[in-house]
């Protein structure tokens, strides 16, 4: 089993900053992707940003510029530093793992989700 566990999301005035975190655990070999998902009311879930084995990258447009994201392979943790935040950026935050078990298996893993609240 794999889990990931979301940190840091919460209310926030628009042009603020937050910091989301996710942390893996469980029987993992290794993580070959690691990325943040998000989901607005009545909206399908999208993407937001991706990491992906040799710290490559990729963001939606909505959040070039003003989103990072960054991994600690050691930790097994992915964050997601978000600046000049935009109350369109109100959304359910994902934290999404393609995983390599131990059990010679892989997973697609999700979190719980992290709300996040943009106030104008």
């Known amino acids: 089993q794999v889990q990931l566990v979301e940190t840091g999301g919460g209310l926030v005035q628009a042009g603020g900053s937050l910091r989301l975190s996710c942390a893996a655990s469980?029987?993992?070999?290794?993580?070959?992707?690691m990325g943040w998902y998000r989901q607005a009311p009545g909206k399908q879930r999208e993407l937001v940003a991706r990491?992906?084995?040799?710290?490559?990258?990729n963001y939606a447009d909505s959040v070039k510029g003003r989103f990072t994201i960054s991994r600690d392979n050691a930790k097994n943790t992915v964050y997601l530093q978000m600046n000049s935040l935009k109350p369109e950026d109100t959304a359910v935050y994902y934290c999404?793992?393609?995983?390599?078990?131990?059990?010679?298996?892989?997973?697609?893993?999700w979190g719980q989700g992290t709300l996040v609240t943009v106030s104008s």
């Open positions: 990491s992906t084995t040799g710290d490559n990258t």
């Open positions: 469980g029987s993992i070999s290794s993580i070959n992707v």
């Open positions: 999404n793992a393609l995983v390599r078990t131990m059990f010679w298996t892989n997973l697609a893993v």
